[in-house]
């Protein structure tokens, strides 16, 4: 198989009415509402950097698409058009067809529409680039937080981080609790639902991809505001958390990474709604702490102690 007939017979399948130019030219044209901003986020994957290069095709094929429609999520943007550029070690008729059966799903379930792309032989890479739109002037952001807000998270935090090291041979762990836990590395969910609801009732918001307290220094940095984390207060799955050590709670939910969760800053006064939000979109969130003046971020435990950690995130280069 060339690589034309892998776009032409794979990839040029879609069709949408606002896209006025897709597959097949030098570039698309596309048609937003009218109204409405653009958002556009480009994510870089890479085989045994950011999944195992032996990891099922269709599970490759949604976190791919799943990490950027989580940036769409954190701008209160619905995600409407992607461009994938893929280098491939060889053009696998069968590896391929189970890794754009699933990406395809996906993009139907979110709405959106593939226009174009790149692909080249090398090592296994994807990077995706995704265009969503939100109503004029509403885009979410992280430089808006407030002193005073509440600081909120959706779902459950650690499971990745705790997956990644039991495929690492570092933690065991009941059978349920590693299935909910691989689901979560392999296939997060992005929060797109939530991020609209929260438009009109949150201040700053951004995903959690490289863990929880790095994340929210980049809302702190951003916003020239500080902050009090309450440990404790992070959402965990009951069931690890009944199996792990204090240490490992400490670890995975605040500085593991990987999570696709939203997090995200609001006025005291949208709490009931806020929780309604979580409730329409059928996504749990949780009060985590508040936003202080200053610019400094306490974590604080249930007994309001300090607690310090040895790292706070991922980095590329760390």
């Not at 220094?217 to 505001?225: P, R």
């Not at 984390?229 to 593991?256: F, I, K, Y």
């Not at 996504?283 to 306490?298: F, N």
């Amino acid at each position: 198989m060339t690589e034309f007939e892998f776009i032409y017979n794979f990839l040029a399948k879609q069709q949408d009415s606002d896209v006025l130019l897709g597959i097949g030219d030098d570039a698309a044209i596309v048609r937003p509402h009218a109204g409405y901003d653009l958002c556009f986020s480009s994510d870089m994957l890479i085989s045994d950097r950011h999944f195992f290069a032996d990891a099922a095709p269709a599970d490759i094929a949604h976190k791919v698409l799943a990490v950027n429609v989580s940036d769409m999520a954190a701008m209160g943007a619905m995600p409407r058009w992607v461009l994938l550029s893929a280098a491939f070690p060889e053009l696998n008729e069968v590896w391929l067809s189970e890794f754009c059966g699933t990406l395809f799903e996906q993009l139907s379930q979110y709405g959106i529409t593939l226009i174009g792309g790149d692909t080249t032989r090398g090592n296994l890479t994807f990077n995706i680039t995704i265009v969503g739109e939100v109503a004029k002037g509403q885009g979410l952001r992280r430089s808006s937080a407030r002193v005073g807000d509440d600081i909120w998270v959706s779902g459950w935090l650690g499971m990745a981080a705790a997956a990644l090291d039991g495929f690492w041979g570092k933690a065991v762990f009941p059978e349920n609790v590693w299935r909910s836990c691989r689901e979560k590395l392999l296939r997060p969910v992005p929060r797109v639902a939530l991020g609209c609801e929260l438009l009109m009732l949150a201040h700053a918001a951004q995903d959690v991809s490289d863990g929880l307290v790095q994340d929210l220094g980049h809302i702190l940095k951003a916003s020239k505001v500080g902050a009090e984390l309450w440990a404790d207060c992070v959402p965990v799955l009951p069931a690890l958390r009944e199996c792990s050590t204090v240490e490992q709670l400490r670890v995975w939910p605040l500085s593991g990474g990987d999570d696709y969760e939203l997090l995200f800053t609001a006025p005291k006064a949208a709490r009931e709604q806020i929780l309604a939000a979580g409730e329409a979109s059928n996504t749990p969130v949780a009060r985590i702490g508040k936003i202080v003046e200053g610019t400094h971020l306490q974590i604080l435990d249930h007994a309001g102690n300090e607690i310090h950690l040895n790292k706070t995130g991922f980095d590329h280069f760390g």
